[in-house]
């Protein structure tokens, strides 16, 4: 089997150097306590520890057919049950899941009756969402009109982006000042100044934003930045060689990107990445379109994120608060499932991953 390339695998990183982050915060903002660090128990998850013959229990029980399910070919679905033509999987599967969830569009009188009187908070997913899904990470990028639309409801919403990519990566794509950010799958946010926010959480701290104003800052996963950066150099060696692999630094968590790798080479990918994390147990694998990504084994994702922002908004634990999130991605069921009264989540096309 020949995997060689010409080429190295890129490294997708921050568009700048961040010595020093443009948020007026060094980007080691916490220190490191070293492999027997006692992390908060509220915060630690506890895993199934992983198994020998990796890539046996790959192609047998889960992760091959979940990278493959997370990644069907891109084809148009016939959304027309009129139409002739046979009915393929696809259609099937996205009839039967319409059912279940109907068209944000369809049912949007239903949704504007229900927003009557409430003040909205909305929570928007970049990738897929905002900007289309490309072959290239790098180049995701969102276009004028929707910029504009986002610039928008912002002015009469409070509106957070809440990404899988780094803070600092989102924040160069948008460009919007009027946001607020949450980086690394909720691990890196900014939000507004709430003194009771930021004294009820330990991994939260006072900083300014790119105007000079005050934020809170909230990075929950500090203490495993040196572990994320260790884990980035050995992706990189170990998948070097492999045609189309790319792996991005996300700050706070890792992306191994097999969109343009051969399919009979994925399974290669999942074995060099489990190679390099079974040194590291705090560490673990989770997959999204195309893509597996290494994160820190805490209680913390976007679900954990948006109620985070509700409470440093003001809008938790109110009845006249309606927030709505908009995703397509895997990692947004984590938001989905937050318990908030009735909070509207929109999925765009939720089987093209």
Not at 62 to 82: C, E, F, G, Q
Request: glycine share 6%.
């Amino acid at each position: 089997m020949d995997l060689k390339s010409n080429h190295t695998s890129p490294v997708l990183t921050d568009p700048v150097p961040l010595g020093k982050s443009r948020l007026g915060v060094h980007s080691s903002l916490l220190p490191y306590s070293g492999p027997g660090t006692a992390f908060p128990a509220d915060l630690f998850l506890t895993i199934p520890r992983r198994k020998n013959g990796f890539l046996d229990d790959v192609r047998s029980s889960s992760w091959l057919d979940a990278m493959k399910s997370s990644s069907p070919p891109h084809r148009k679905i016939t959304k027309d049950v009129n139409n002739d033509s046979p009915a393929t999987e696809y259609d099937i599967a996205y009839r039967t899941w319409m059912v279940k969830y109907p068209s944000a569009l369809t049912s949007f009188e239903q949704i504007t009756n229900y927003a009557k009187g409430k003040r909205i908070a909305l929570f928007l997913d970049y990738d897929g969402t905002l900007s289309p899904i490309v072959d290239n990470p790098d180049c995701a990028l969102m276009s004028d009109a929707m910029r504009m639309a986002v610039k928008r409801v912002a002015k009469h919403f409070p509106t957070a982006i809440i990404s899988g990519r780094s803070h600092d990566k989102v924040y160069e794509f948008v460009g919007l000042n009027e946001l607020y950010y949450a980086g690394s799958h909720g691990m890196d946010i900014m939000g507004p100044v709430r003194q009771s926010v930021v004294g009820d959480h330990r991994h939260g701290f006072r900083s300014t934003d790119r105007q000079g104003k005050d934020v809170n800052l909230f990075q929950p996963a500090a203490e495993f930045l040196p572990m994320i950066g260790e884990v980035l150099k050995s992706l990189v060696e170990t998948t070097k060689d492999i045609e189309g692999a790319k792996v991005e630094n996300n700050k706070f968590c890792v992306s191994v990107h097999y969109r343009n790798v051969d399919e009979k080479y994925w399974a290669v990918v999942a074995q060099r990445v489990h190679d390099i994390l079974k040194n590291y147990p705090r560490l673990r694998l989770t997959h999204g379109r195309k893509v597996l990504e290494v994160r820190p084994v805490i209680n913390w994702d976007k679900g954990k994120a948006v109620t985070f922002l509700l409470e440093s908004l003001g809008l938790s634990d109110c009845e006249d608060v309606l927030p709505i999130y908009i995703g397509d991605d895997r990692t947004d069921e984590d938001a989905f499932k937050v318990k908030f009264g009735k909070l509207w989540w929109i999925c765009f096309d939720g089987f093209e991953f």
